[in-house]
């Protein structure tokens, strides 16, 4: 059966209609993806030592904070790689739809690092600062260290924020509506985690500046819990959106109508009571739907449309990769038959 190619940049695409099966998956978002991961990576390591170097030069808690932030962002990336390159294998026998979902595990381990390192580290320090004070140093490394990582982080960030523009435009929305919608996690996380970074940056350098005005290390403290906070509430949007795609996350409203009414609108279809959509990796989507067929409609008739059905979700909605149709009524959902007391004596 022919398979109309998935649009540029989604994710492999294949469906199957009632037990049948499309063709192969193509290559999707997946390798700029991972280039994105593996540059943010790179540069978070990088700037994370240079961080801890200026931190102990100028004995500022702000500047370990940061180098916190980067060494969890680092060890983010790694487990967004892992992420991608386990979530793309191929299905078998024991996982029939894929290993998609994978790919939230491990963002979600990514988001709690972020949670436990960067923030827990930042907020202890910043904490101790304040009460127990810190020994000022010379600043002027640490200025230079965050003026050389904030041109790094923005480079990171552009070459994320691209990759979301384009994507944005390849579905015609709005680069803001794509990164709150996306079921591509690990894009998301990049361009929150470098928007987050370059915030702390901000948050390091004033930190630094009013201590070294006041004389008063209560500012430098000051700073490094608002990183700490910063990076909680990141680690919370990203957790929260990898959870809710981890446990089976329907598509938006609009979307499922756009299938309902695509579907009803076939010839021999009278009605689409029931629709649910589930997905089941990044731009991977699973369609089951119950579908009232006209009482004259054959048996070839329904076979030729179930076929039909599949070619027009698949080509119209890239991302659709597995579409299953059940022609009998109710509405899908399994029940247990008990018996009734009647029936009992």
């Excluded at 290559?27 to 170097?53: F, P």
């Excluded at 499922?256 to 009605?271: G, H, I, K, N, S």
């Excluded at 059940?326 to 247990?336: K, S």
Aim: net charge negative.
């Amino acid at each position: 059966m022919t398979q109309p190619a998935p649009a540029p940049g989604h994710a492999p695409v294949e469906a199957a209609t009632a037990g049948r099966g499309g063709g192969k998956a193509e290559k999707g978002s997946g390798g700029e993806s991972a280039g994105t991961v593996v540059l943010a990576g790179a540069v978070n390591l990088a700037i994370a030592v240079a961080k801890l170097v200026g931190g102990l030069i100028s004995h500022s808690s702000a500047m370990m904070s940061e180098a916190a932030h980067s060494l969890a962002d680092t060890v983010t990336e790694v487990l967004l790689f892992i992420a991608l390159k386990r979530g793309t294998r191929a299905a078998d026998a024991r996982h029939p739809f894929g290993y998609g979902r994978e790919t939230y595990f491990w963002a979600f381990l990514a988001a709690l690092c972020t949670f436990a390192v960067g923030a827990g580290f930042s907020i202890y320090q910043g904490v101790q600062t304040i009460r127990e004070g810190e020994e000022q140093g010379s600043p002027t490394i640490s200025y230079i260290v965050l003026a050389v990582s904030f041109v790094l982080e923005a480079g990171s960030l552009v070459k994320a924020v691209r990759q979301v523009r384009s994507e944005a435009r390849q579905r015609n929305t709005t680069s803001r509506r794509y990164l709150r919608m996306t079921t591509d996690t690990t894009v998301k996380a990049v361009a929150f985690e470098d928007s987050a970074a370059l915030v702390g940056l901000v948050l390091a350098a004033l930190g630094l500046f009013l201590e070294q005005v006041t004389g008063d290390p209560v500012w430098d403290g000051v700073s490094a819990i608002l990183i700490g906070v910063l990076l909680i509430l990141v680690a919370g949007v990203l957790a929260k959106a990898n959870v809710s795609l981890l446990i089976g996350q329907a598509m938006p409203g609009a979307t499922e109508q756009e299938l309902t009414d695509e579907l009803a609108a076939m010839e021999q279809v009278d009605d689409v009571p029931f629709l649910l959509t589930s997905v089941i990796g990044p731009g991977q989507l699973l369609v089951a739907a119950k579908v009232d067929f006209a009482d004259t409609a054959t048996v070839a008739d329904i076979e030729r449309a179930a076929d039909e059905a599949e070619r027009r979700l698949v080509a119209r909605h890239p991302g659709v990769r597995y579409v299953f149709l059940d022609p009998t009524p109710g509405n899908g959902r399994a029940r247990a038959w008990a018996p009734q007391a009647d029936e009992l004596e």
